[in-house]
C-alpha cells in the first residue's frame, strides 16, 4: 500500500488516521515524491525478481489520493508500471468527491481499479464522512460513483465503515443501488481501550440474511471470506482467518509502516524504523514485528487458541487486539461479536448444506438431475421467494400490507393454494424490483387475489388494475373494471393457457419481459395452438434423445413465455430470478425446440445450484476462452454455458448413434468444446472446493463419451 498523500479533503470523525490514537501523520510530508515513489517501485520490483513471483499488488491510498490531481497520478503510475517488470494489479481507494472523467479515463489507461467509501445513504454516511465545515459529502461521492460505472473495467467496489446505528437493510439497498462489483463491510477500528459500541453481530447477521435472501447479488469480503474459510479456503483479508498477513505500507517519506489499522493503537504503533531507501522488502519481513504477524495461529492469545472459531476468525484484525499492559496478547475487542457472526452464518451454511445434500449435489454434477434432486431446487426457490416477500412485507404498512395478511393466514389454511402462487416464477422477479425501488406494492395483492381464488377462500381482497387489466398469477387475467376479488372464480376471468404436459403459456404476466429478447404480446388462439402442438412433438424428442433430463425438466419447467421471433435465428433465454420458465421464440421444427427446452433448463438449474452455493470464488475476475463464444467469458458464465452444451452433446450423442444426418459432427463439436470448457475450468484456480467437485462431476461425465 501506497499512502501518495498524506492529507485529505474530509474530516470524517472514525478516521483512524487523523482521529485516532496515532498522529504520525503530522510528522510526513504531504505528498509522495517522484524519488519515494521510484525507489519504492525498485524495491518492489526488487523482491518480484527475487521470489519470483508472478505479480504484485499495489494500492494507493491515503489521506485521499485524488488530491495529488491527475497529471501527478499519471506521474506517478507511470512509474510505477514503468520500473517493476512483473504485472501489477493496481488500485486505489478513494472518497470519489474529486473523480473527475478525465482522471477516470487516465485511471483506466493505467489500469487501475478503484474503490470508493461510501457508507451507505445519505443519513448513514453523513453520520461520518463529512467535510471540515460540517457539509455532507454523499452527493459528490454518489457523482464519483456513476463516473465509475461508466468504466466498469476500473471499478473496484464499495468500502462501506459499520455503524449500528444505521439500519442496516438501508445500508445494503443503498450500496447495491450503486451496483459495485464488490462490497467490503469494515468493523470501525477500536480496541480494548477504547472499545466499539456493541451489536455488530445483529447488525451483520441482519445484512447477511437479506444478502442470502437476494441471492447473493454481489460478492461481500467479510462473508465470502467467513465461508470460504469454512469450506477450508482462505478469507483473502486479514479481518478474519489465519493466513499470513500480505499488507506493507510505504508512508509519503518512504517509511516502511505495518498496516494503517495499526494507529488506532497508540502513536507510532504501525513504525518499524526502516525505509525503502535504507531497507528491501526481506529486510522488513525480518523485522521481530512482522514475523509475529505472520505467525498464524502461534501469534494467537491462549483464549483465542482454545477457541473452536479460532481459525474462522483468527483472532480478528491483528490492532483490534490492543489493551494497554497487554499489547496485542489478547483476543480481538470484537470477540463476542465475531463468534456471534460466525456461529450464525455456519448455522445458515449448514442449512444450505441440508437443502443440497450429497446426493442432490452429486446428481445434478453428472449434468443431468433427476425428478427429486430438482424437486429440491424447486422447494430451495420457493423459499427464496419467500424470503423476500418477508422483505417486502417489512417495508409496507397500512391498506399495503393487507394482502400479506391474507396470504399468511391463508397458508396456515391451504399452504397448497398459496404454494401454487408463489412458485410461479415471476413473483420473485417483482419481490426483487420491489426491493430495489423500481417497482411498487400492488403486486403484493394481485399474488393474495390468486391464492384467495386458488383455494376458495371467502375473503375480498383489494386489486388495482395496470394498463386496464388484473393479472392473477398461474390463473388468468380479469377486466380492469375489477376493483376486489374474493374466493368465488370471477366470470369474467380470461384463463391462462397450458399446453404440452400441463407447461403454463405465459403471455399476460406483467413481469415476464426479464429475458434478453422481448417478449411477444398475447397470443391468437391460432398461435395458442401452434404452441401446443410444437411443444408436445419437442417433448416427445426430448424423451427419445435426452432421456436423462426428461424427468428432470418434467420436475422443473413449468412456463414458457413466448419471445418474438428472429429472422433469421433462433431465440432462447433464461433469467436467473425466474427459476422454472423459459423464454423461447416459437419455432415448429421439434427436433431444434427440444434442444432449446434442454439446454435453457440447464441454464435454470444451474443458476438454481449457485442460489444455495457458490461454485466460483467470488472474487476471481479471470476470463476464459470457450469453444462457442468469440469472447471471453468470465469463470460462472463460462460453468454456465458448459453445463447447458454439456447436455445438448448428450443430444447430438444419441441422435449420432441412432444415425441421423450431420448428427455426428454436431456432437464432435460440443463434445470438444465442453472437455476442453471443462479442463479450462479447472485449471483456472477459480472454482471453490464445491465448484472443483461439481465439476469432476461434469468431466466424469463427459470422459463416458465416444471419442
Request: aromatic share 6%; net charge negative.
Amino acid at each position: 500500500m501506497l499512502k501518495v498523500h498524506e492529507l485529505c479533503n474530509l474530516a470524517c470523525d472514525h478516521c483512524y488516521v487523523y482521529e485516532h490514537a496515532d498522529q504520525s501523520w503530522r510528522r510526513k510530508p504531504p505528498i509522495m515524491s517522484a524519488a519515494v515513489a521510484l525507489r519504492t517501485a525498485e524495491r518492489i520490483a526488487e523482491h518480484a525478481v527475487r521470489h519470483r513471483l508472478a505479480g504484485v499488488g499495489v494500492v494507493l491510498h491515503g489521506g485521499e489520493p485524488l488530491l495529488l490531481g491527475t497529471a501527478r497520478l499519471g506521474e506517478l503510475l507511470t512509474i510505477l508500471r514503468g520500473a517493476i517488470p512483473v504485472p501489477v494489479d493496481l488500485r486505489m481507494q478513494t472518497n470519489a468527491v474529486r473523480l473527475t472523467e478525465a482522471t477516470a479515463e487516465m485511471l483506466e489507461t493505467f489500469g487501475v481499479r478503484t474503490g470508493v467509501s461510501l457508507d451507505g445513504d445519505r443519513s448513514a454516511n453523513d453520520r461520518h464522512r463529512r467535510y471540515r465545515n460540517g457539509a455532507s459529502s454523499h452527493e459528490r461521492t454518489l457523482r464519483g460513483l456513476a463516473i465509475l460505472r461508466s468504466h466498469p473495467e476500473i471499478y473496484a467496489g464499495i468500502l462501506c465503515t459499520i455503524d449500528v446505528r444505521n439500519d442496516p437493510i438501508a445500508v445494503y439497498e443503498a450500496l447495491l443501488a450503486e451496483a459495485p462489483p464488490r462490497i467490503d463491510l469494515l468493523l470501525p477500528h477500536a480496541t480494548w481501550d477504547n472499545p466499539p459500541l456493541p451489536g455488530h453481530a445483529d447488525w451483520l447477521i441482519r445484512l447477511h440474511r437479506r444478502w442470502l435472501a437476494d441471492g447473493r447479488p454481489v460478492p461481500i469480503r467479510l462473508f465470502d471470506g467467513l465461508r470460504d474459510i469454512a469450506a477450508g479456503g482462505h478469507s483473502g483479508t486479514e479481518a478474519v482467518g489465519i493466513d499470513r498477513g500480505e499488507v506493507a505500507v510505504v508512508e509519503t517519506d518512504g517509511s516502511w509502516e505495518q498496516p494503517d489499522s495499526m494507529k488506532t493503537a497508540f502513536d507510532g504503533a504501525a513504525a518499524t524504523g526502516l525505509t525503502v531507501f535504507t531497507a528491501s522488502a526481506d529486510d522488513l519481513l525480518t523485522t521481530p514485528v512482522m514475523r509475529h504477524r505472520q505467525s498464524g495461529l502461534a501469534a494467537l492469545s491462549a483464549t483465542c487458541r482454545a477457541c473452536p472459531v479460532v481459525t474462522q476468525c483468527g483472532g480478528g484484525l491483528y490492532a483490534h487486539r490492543f489493551r494497554t499492559g497487554s499489547g496485542f496478547d489478547n483476543p480481538s475487542v470484537y470477540c463476542a461479536e465475531l463468534k456471534g457472526l460466525i456461529t450464525a452464518m455456519d448455522d445458515e451454511v449448514t442449512a444450505m448444506r441440508e437443502a443440497l445434500p450429497d446426493r442432490v449435489f452429486d446428481d445434478l454434477a453428472t449434468g443431468a438431475g433427476g425428478a427429486s434432486s430438482v424437486a429440491y431446487l424447486t422447494s430451495a426457490q420457493e423459499s427464496i421467494t419467500r424470503a423476500l416477500l418477508v422483505a417486502v412485507a417489512d417495508r409496507l404498512s397500512g391498506t399495503e400490507s393487507q394482502p400479506w395478511s391474507v396470504l399468511s393466514a391463508l397458508d396456515k389454511h391451504d399452504p397448497g393454494a398459496v404454494r401454487r402462487i408463489l412458485t410461479h416464477p415471476f413473483v420473485r422477479v417483482w419481490a426483487v424490483r420491489f426491493l430495489s425501488g423500481t417497482d411498487g406494492p400492488h403486486r403484493l395483492a394481485d399474488l393474495a387475489a390468486a391464492a384467495v381464488i386458488a383455494g376458495g377462500a371467502d375473503v375480498d381482497v383489494p386489486v388495482t388494475a395496470r394498463d386496464g387489466r388484473v393479472h392473477l398469477p398461474t390463473l388468468g387475467t380479469l377486466a380492469g373494471g375489477v376493483t376486489s376479488v374474493n374466493g368465488v372464480r370471477p366470470p369474467a376471468l380470461d384463463p391462462a393457457r397450458r399446453i404440452g404436459p400441463g407447461l403454463l403459456l405465459e403471455d399476460a404476466d406483467p413481469y415476464r419481459d426479464c429475458h434478453d429478447w422481448p417478449a411477444t404480446g398475447r397470443l391468437t388462439p391460432e398461435q395458442v395452438r401452434a404452441w401446443d402442438e410444437a411443444v408436445t412433438a419437442a417433448w416427445r424428442v426430448v424423451e427419445r434423445d435426452a432421456p436423462d433430463h426428461a424427468a428432470g425438466l418434467t420436475a422443473g419447467l413449468s412456463t414458457i413465455t413466448p419471445l418474438t421471433p428472429d429472422p433469421v435465428t433462433l431465440r432462447s433465454a433464461t433469467a436467473r430470478q425466474a427459476s422454472g420458465a423459459l423464454g423461447i421464440a416459437l419455432t415448429p421444427d421439434p427436433e431444434a425446440l427440444a434442444v432449446l427446452l434442454v439446454h435453457e433448463y440447464q441454464h435454470t438449474k444451474l443458476g438454481a445450484v449457485l442460489d444455495l452455493i457458490d461454485l466460483v470464488d467470488p472474487d476471481s475476475g479471470a476470463l476464459l476462452r470457450v469453444g462457442w463464444r468469440p469472447d471471453p467469458r468470465p469463470v460462472e458464465s463460462a460453468l454456465q454455458g458448459t453445463y447447458a452444451h454439456l447436455a445438448v452433446a448428450e443430444i447430438w450423442r444419441q441422435r449420432a448413434e441412432r444415425g441421423v444426418p450431420g448428427a455426428a459432427g454436431h456432437y464432435a463439436r460440443y463434445r470438444d468444446w465442453t472437455v476442453d470448457a471443462i479442463g479450462a475450468l479447472t485449471a483456472t484456480g477459480s472454482l471453490t472446493a464445491a465448484g472443483r467437485r461439481f465439476t469432476d462431476g461434469l468431466a466424469a461425465t463427459a470422459a463416458k463419451w465416444p471419442v
